[in-house]
């Protein structure tokens, strides 16, 4: 039963990424200035000082500066941060969750003064029994101890606890802390009715999915599985057994993806196997392309589905025999972050199993965690 909800600060309260991104880039000047991309892929969700670290290794800048550009960059981001205003339905959630009885908290990278400042001007400050910034503890996120610290502080066990994250930094922080843990993908998900959702989620204690509505998640699985054949199996590749369930189901549970999912499947196979009711129990409300023969290859296979891809909405491509060693949540992030109109998994031989038989991906499956 949850009693403790944690909120992250910036990108699930308030969105004020830009703004920290515009101030530290104020206070270094032109010549160690950080462009949008490199900031989303290497030092969002890090603590000023940690960024200030890492710059000093990628890019030279002089550790005497630090102090001078540290103190620069919080008096960017105050000055930014005054002109918030109060948030009607951070207000409503917050007080219903109270008089519900939830103990609330929010843990922040950010500096002391910024987390008052910005929950101030939220006119929210007041519904938190405890506030935690990175001058607060030794070890800030990813490191779990903020949690550690709000858990322990309000008496509360880690499975009584909901943190609710956005970044892959502060994702990371949140499931090493053991908590029940949720991640949104901007503050206007913060209403009574999600928290409440979220709280009643059944699927806590697992790494959250990522979720987008819009997104489509494109995987062909028509391919004639040759290798597959000559070694025997009479089903098609996607259906083959793999540790108890078929391999598409090992797929898409391992992509940890809550999207529009398009399969492109042989005609004969969906006839056969009966793939419509499969797919739509392993991914609800999916579409399905058939088409009547083998094409030249997966990116013609693609093309095949182009009247559910061909819109505005992100495309993410997988295959129908893949497992990889990822965090969806830091791969989507990076995606949304950059508006990228699409993304596939990429790999180095280590990273990903390469399947020569469903013994390959069984054997896989039983030894990666040990």
Known sequence: MIKLIIFDLDGVLVEAKSIHYDALNKALGNLYAIEWNEHLSVYDGLKTQQKLDMLTIRKGLSIDRHKEIWE?????TLESLKNLTSDIQLIDTMSKLVDDGYKLAVCSNSIRKTVITVLSKLGIVEFFDLI???EDVKNSKPHPEMYWKVISAIGCLPEET???EDSPYGLLAASRSNSNVIRVASPKDISYINVQKYINSTNMKTTPKWKDEKMNVLIPMAGA???FESAGYTFPKPLIDVAGNPMI?????????DANYIYIVQKSHRQKYNLDTLLNI???GCKIVEVDGITEGAACTALLAKEYINND????FA???QFVEWDSNEFLYKMQETNSDGGIVTFNAEGMWGLGTPEDLRYYLENYNK
């Open 313 to 316: 909405a992100p495309l993410f």
């Open 72 to 76: 620069l960059k919080q008096k960017y």
């Open 282 to 284: 392993i991914t609800p």
């Open 132 to 134: 935690i910034s990175n």
């Open 162 to 164: 909901l943190i609710i």
């Open 225 to 227: 599985g040759s290798r």
């Open 319 to 321: 295959n129908s025999d």
């Open 249 to 257: 189901q090992v797929v898409v549970n391992n992509l940890n993806i």
